[in-house]
């Protein structure tokens, strides 16, 4: 009788308290779109470490995600199941293939018609996810979703403390290029720091700082401690800045700004002004009493003591990191990510501050500094040159996205080859401004610089006579905004025909006939019995532009898009204002949708769940998706697969 007792605790422990793995945490809504159609989404969260794979998984791998769903009389599914954002692929050594899954977060979305508002839509996903050392068998999930908007929550995810509101935003809150905007602002940001480093107002502050800190501590001990808490103190200030500009602008606000007339041109100005400032024309200083007392302050002694001088740092330093911090901020809210000027001032300010924290722990390499000089000055005015380089890009964005027809492709490209043919002749030494010294002779670094620069606007001549440009594309206004050209008719960039709607407005690259709305595209799609290629793009897109420069002009791909496939392309970024008519309330934001750009990123957002560009997304002529959509990736091979997956799922 105690052998079967002790056998029934055994068991019974070994049940509690077994350790059973729910790595995946599933949150069910849904969500009004039109009067009768309604969006689904299955929000799958899923824990770090562990992958779940998605629903296009070839067969001989592991088991797909997928879904089946119960007949209704008063439902009818729109299109198929979609998935957000694209899934990463890597080769598994296990399967011997290329396995595509999700980490993170990922959602998928079902569309439906209802014919009642009450209905249900009922039934169950099958999923499967595995870590690096182990995987879960297959696990089928049943659901039952009133078509209410009600949002359905996940046990487990309200015992980890969950409320409704997070609850809500975790279910729908994805952007498939938010990481990679945040990885380039920040490292613009560092990039910029380290460019900071240089300047004449930072770079001969090196050795009195140093000299701070290895003359007035005690021990070796604390000079470190103290250049660490000074480097933090830097990191601290300008992070800060970042902070106070997102709260300035705002979510809303940050996201408009790429395609924002009022925010591109206060964006050129902006970078007008600081490029004169680095050329010398004025100085942006702040006031000194507000710079002499933050002094005073960095004499108090201790943590604060060294806080405050960092802040003093800052200030006076203020009169040639003005403009390139606020370049680097400009560029950081133009990206429209939420956390893009704090991430940007990170970068900008951890760049600053290691040297600074470097030379302050190992004082001798102070040695290997080379000293001040003219140089400074040098690295000052060709960092405004480049300001203002940059400058023309906003204005461009603004011209394109409101065909104000102000700069055409060769007009930009002579703007900026008469830019940098003036930068690579400073650094030669053959144009001095007024606070320059003269250029005796030239060292190897500055030599081989200025014939780099020099190659540059001599790379941009034939772009005045058609030439594409690959490697400055994402740069440029399109070839089609230059009336002038040499490149033969089989390559340039022209209209599509007049009888397209829109087509006096957008141009297709690589004289591909592209229809410009939804509507139009899809009928004709259904006319010719062909798949379509939903190009969603912008003006703004720099991505977009490489895309058709690098992948669409390769002879393969460009055969598929003029023979296979029909081309939607769709500016989310257009400010052309629809007809009284067309106006209407987005579904999805309850914002009134009054120009063309926020139609069709109205659309994307409604049918495919995200709003980044380039998005490639195949249907086939009835609409519904057909393959898993792509994002940027200049993957030539990978594109034209994906193209042909696309064609076979029509054909067959």
Known sequence: MKKIIILLLCLFTQRVFAKIDTPVHWIFASHKISESRYAVSFTANIDSGWHMYSQFIESGGPVPTSFRFDSSPTLMLVDNVSETPVARSSFDQSFQMNIRYHEGQVVFTQVVNAGDANAHLTGSLTYMVCNGQKCLPPNDVHFEIPLTGVLLQNENLRAKGFNARELQDLAGEYNTGGDHSLLEIFIAGFLGGLAAFFLPCIYPMVPLTVSFFTKRSGSRAQGIRAAIIYGLSIIAIYVALGLLITAIFGASALNEAASSAAFNLLFFAILIVFALSFLGAFEITLPSFFVNKIDRKSDSGGWI??????????????????????????????????????????????????????????????????????????????????????????????????????????????????????????????????????????????????????????????????????????????????????????????????????????????????????????????????????????????????????????????????????????????????????????????????????????LQEARFNTNAQPFYVVLAPDGRPTVEPRAFDLNVTAYINFLDKGIAAVRN
């Not at 769709?570 to 007809?579: A, G, M």
């Open 305 to 602: 003591g060294l806080f405050f001088m960092a802040f003093t740092l800052a200030l006076v330093s203020f009169s040639c990191t003005g403009p390139l911090i606020g370049t680097l901020l400009v560029e950081a809210v133009s990206k429209g990510a939420y956390s893009g000027p704090a991430l940007g001032m990170f970068g900008f300010s951890l760049a600053l501050s290691l040297p600074f924290t470097a030379f302050a722990i190992f004082p001798s390499w102070l040695k290997a500094l080379p000293k001040s000089g003219g140089w400074l000055n040098s690295v000052k005015v060709s960092l405004g040159l480049l300001e203002l380089a940059l400058a023309f890009k906003y204005l461009s964005n603004v011209d394109l996205a409101y065909h104000w027809g102000l700069i055409s492709r060769d007009l930009f490209l002579v703007i900026w080859i008469v830019i940098f043919g003036v930068l690579a002749f400073y650094l030669f030494g053959k144009i001095r401004l007024n606070h320059d010294p003269e250029v005796a002779s030239l060292s190897i670094f500055r030599l081989l610089l200025a014939m780099v620069v020099l190659a540059f606007p001599l790379y941009m001549v034939p772009g005045l006579f058609g030439a594409p440009l690959k490697g400055i594309s994402g740069w440029l206004p399109p070839r089609a905004s230059q009336p002038f050209t040499l490149v033969s008719s089989g390559t340039t960039s022209v209209s599509s025909p007049a009888t397209h709607k829109y087509a006096g407005l957008f141009h297709a690259p690589e004289n591909i006939d592209a229809f410009y709305d939804y509507d139009e595209g899809m009928a004709y799609a259904r006319q010719k019995d062909k798949p379509v290629l939903l190009d969603f793009t912008g003006w703004s897109c720099t991505n977009c532009r490489k895309m058709e420069a690098s992948v669409w002009s390769d002879p393969e791909v460009l055969r598929r898009l003029k023979d296979d496939y029909v081309l939607i392309s769709l500016y989310v970024d257009d400010r052309t204002e629809l007809n009284e008519s067309e106006v209407y309330i987005s579904k999805v934001s309850a914002k009134t949708i009054r120009t063309l750009g926020q139609k069709w990123s109205d």
